[in-house]
């Protein structure tokens, strides 16, 4: 039976059981504890060097307020990043393909901050629909357009997400699919086909963490707004 390079995007079932639940929780096996020992070894001191990173270079412009979405933030980026790579293996299901799970991340996250910016400063939150200066005329069609543009927010993170690793997904199985079918004709092309599809692996690793990394770094943006 032929498959459709987009079988890969199926969430795999087991005695009709999606297993999507299961892919979601084992990464989380991975992470190593923290010790109470005052010298860690290698992974942990490298751990603790990029959440310390991570968080001096999302929440420095945000407010003392805001710093309680430390933890969230980036528990949720590590999480993403390891979905993403895990993802690029072989015979694996990534779970953040699926556009479901982008938006059930992405949906609570950005409803939270607007309504703490509606209840901590309801004046400045409101007033994010309309610029300063608008003329007369316009206000209604621009408080109309912003007010689109907040709910779309989103349904951008959801699918700017899933969009890309969708991408680099296909693209990935377009040119191994090239790769070994040129090889029994061309190995020569085929080789530098393969070689290309290396580069290209290299290449989704660094998608894979930079996608977590702006959707994080876009829901602070967010926050901000509203602390």
Same mark, same amino acid.
């Given at each position: 039976?032929?498959?459709?390079?987009?079988?890969?995007?199926?969430?795999?079932?087991?005695?009709?059981?999606?297993?999507?639940?299961?892919?979601?929780?084992?990464?989380?096996?991975?992470?190593?504890?923290?010790?109470?020992?005052?010298?860690?070894?290698? @992974? $942990? *001191?490298?751990?603790?060097? #990029?959440?310390?990173? +991570? %968080?001096?270079?999302?929440? /420095? =412009?945000?407010?003392?307020?805001?710093?309680?979405?430390?933890? @969230? $933030? *980036?528990?949720?980026?590590? #999480?993403?990043?390891? +979905? %993403?790579?895990?993802?690029? /293996? =072989?015979?694996?299901?990534?779970?953040?393909?699926?556009?479901? @799970?982008?938006?059930?991340?992405?949906?609570?996250?950005?409803?939270?901050?607007?309504?703490?910016?509606?209840?901590?400063?309801?004046?400045?939150?409101?007033?994010?629909? @309309?610029?300063?200066?608008?003329?007369?005329?316009?206000?209604?069609?621009?408080?109309?357009?912003?007010?689109?543009?907040?709910?779309?927010?989103?349904?951008?993170?959801?699918?700017?997400?899933?969009?890309?690793?969708?991408?680099?997904?296909?693209?990935?199985?377009?040119?191994?699919?090239?790769?070994?079918?040129?090889?029994?004709?061309?190995?020569?092309?085929?080789?530098?086909?393969?070689?290309?599809?290396?580069?290209?692996?290299?290449?989704?690793?660094?998608?894979?963490?930079?996608?977590?990394?702006?959707?994080?770094?876009?829901?602070?943006?967010?926050?901000?707004?509203?602390?």
């Amino acid at each position: 039976m032929m498959l459709s390079f987009f079988d890969q995007f199926m969430s795999p079932t087991y005695m009709g059981v999606p297993l999507i639940a299961l892919a979601i929780t084992l990464p989380w096996i991975l992470y190593p504890a923290p010790t109470s020992r005052w010298i860690n070894n290698r @992974l $942990l *001191t490298l751990q603790g060097w #990029f959440i310390n990173r +991570l %968080n001096q270079q999302i929440f /420095l =412009p945000i407010n003392q307020g805001g710093h309680k979405w430390a933890i @969230l $933030l *980036t528990s949720l980026m590590i #999480f993403l990043i390891t +979905l %993403n790579i895990l993802g690029l /293996l =072989p015979y694996t299901f990534t779970p953040t393909t699926q556009l479901s @799970l982008n938006m059930a991340f992405a949906v609570p996250l950005w409803l939270a901050t607007v309504i703490i910016g509606m209840r901590n400063q309801p004046t400045a939150a409101l007033g994010h629909l @309309l610029p300063e200066g608008t003329p007369t005329p316009l206000i209604p069609v621009l408080i109309i357009i912003e007010t689109i543009s907040l709910f779309i927010r989103p349904l951008a993170l959801g699918v700017r997400l899933t969009a890309n690793l969708t991408a680099g997904h296909l693209l990935i199985q377009l040119i191994a699919t090239a790769a070994f079918v040129l090889l029994p004709m061309m190995p020569t092309v085929a080789i530098l086909t393969a070689t290309v599809l290396f580069l290209l692996t290299l290449l989704e690793v660094a998608v894979a963490m930079i996608q977590a990394y702006v959707f994080v770094l876009l829901l602070s943006l967010y926050l901000q707004e509203n602390v």
